[in-house]
DNA sequence: TTTTAATTTTGCCAAATGGTAAAACCAATC
DNA sequence: GATTGGTTTTACCATTTGGCAAAATTAAAA
C-alpha cells in the first residue's frame, strides 16, 4: 500500500531530475527508470506513456514557478513590500530549483500550446498589478515607469542568472565557481536596491 | 561551381532555421533536409554527421549573441554611450533572431562543455569591463552598483523579453500579440531609462 | 492453504532515426 | 562522344527508443 505510492513518487522525483536536465526531447525512459532504481516497464506501468508522465513534472514545475508570485503580491501592502517579496521569494526559490525556468522557458517555447491549458487558471490577475502600479505612478510614489516593463525587468533580473548561468559562471566570472556563488548570495540585494533606485523618486532637500 | 556553396548556404539555412527552433534533440535530420528542399543523405554529404553540422550552427550562433558586446563596448567613449550602444544593439539583433538566445543558453545548459571551446577566444575581457565600470563608481560618477550585477542586469533586461516571449506575450499581456509588439518597440528606451535612474547619482541642485 | 489482485520483471516489437553504399545524374574536359 | 569528377537520389542498414504483452513475483484476503 504504502509501497505504491513510494514507487510513483520515486518515479516523479527521478523523471523530475531527468526532464528538468535534459528537457523532453533530451529525456530518456530508460534513463529515467535507471534514476529511480526500477524497471523500465514500471515507469509505463505508472504513467502510461512518456507525454503522460511529462505533463506530471511539467504542470507541477509551471505551477512552483508561477502562482506564487499572485499570492505574493496579493500578501503584501506597500509596493516596494511587493517587489522585496517576489525578489526574496524568487531568488530562494530558484536556488533550490535552478534548472526550473530553463525547463520551463524551453518547453513553452518549443511548443506553446502549452501555456492554454493554463492560462485560463490565471485569469485577469496580470492586469490588476499593472493597475496598482500605474496608481503608484499616478499618485507620483514612483517614477513613470510603464508597469509592464517594470514587471518584465524585475523577473529577468532575478531570472536570468539561473538561465544563463554557465554563461555567467564561464564568462563573466572566468569559471571561478564561488564567485558565482557569491554573486548569488549578493543578488537579492542588488537588485532591490537597483530597482529601488531606478523607481523612486528623487527627494530633493 | 556556385551550385555547391548554393546547396551548402541552403542547407545551413534550413539547419539553422530547425536547430533554433528545436533545439539539437528535438531537430531531425529529416527535417532539415525537407526544410532546404533536398535529400537527406544530401545532408550528410555536406556535413558528415548531425553533430558536424549542428556544430557549424552553434559556432555561428554563439558568435552572434557574444563577441559583438566586446567590440561594442571598446566603440563608445562614455559608460553612458556604451550602455546605450549595448541595449541598441541587442534588442535590435535579437528581433531579428528571436530564437538565438533561447537556444544558445539551452544547448549550453545542457552540455556546458561547449562553453570551453569559445572560452579561450573571449580571454579575460570582462575583467577590463568590471575594471571601467568599478573607476565610474570610485570616481563618483555612477552608484555604487557591483559591477557584475549591473552587466548581468543590463543583459538579462535586453535578453529576457525574447527567451520569455510566449509567457510575457500570453500571461502578461493576455495573448495580444500587437501589445507584445508595442513593448518590444518601447523596450530600448524604458531598459535604457531604469538603467540611468538606477545607477546615475542624484544631482542636488 | 488457496485465491486473488496488485506490482515488478522479462522479453520483445514496431517505428523512428542517424548514417551509408551504391547507383543515377549532370557538367565540364579531353 | 567518351571519360571524369562532383553532385543528388535511391535504397537500405543498425541502433535507439517508446511501448506492451505476458510471465513472474509479492502480498493480502478468504
Redesign the interface.
Known sequence: MEEERNTEQLILNAAKKVFL???F??ARMQEIADEAGINKALVHYYYRSKDKLFNAIFTEAFSTL?PTIEELIEKEQGLFEKIWGVIDHYIDMLSNNP?LP?FI??E???N?ER?LQF?SN?G?K??KLISAIQREIDQGNI?P??P??????I???C???F??????S??????NQERYQA?LN??KV??M???L???KI?K??
Chains 1, 2 share one sequence.
Do not use: C
Not at 509592464?148 to 525587468?153: G, R, S, T
Not at 538561465?163 to 555567467?168: A, D, N, Y
Not at 564561464?170 to 569559471?175: D, E, P, S, Y
Open positions: 536536465r535534459k528537457g526531447d533530451g508561477i534548472h530553463m522557458f524551453h513553452i517555447s518549443r506553446p501555456l492560462a490565471i485577469i496580470p492586469q517614477r515607469v510603464k509592464e516593463h517594470l514587471i518584465v525587468n523577473i529577468a533580473m531570472i536570468f542568472p538561465v544563463g548561468r554557465p554563461m555567467i564561464g564568462i563573466l566570472m572566468g569559471g554573486f549578493e543578488r542588488e537588485v536596491t537597483f530597482v533606485n531606478a523607481i528623487d530633493p532637500q
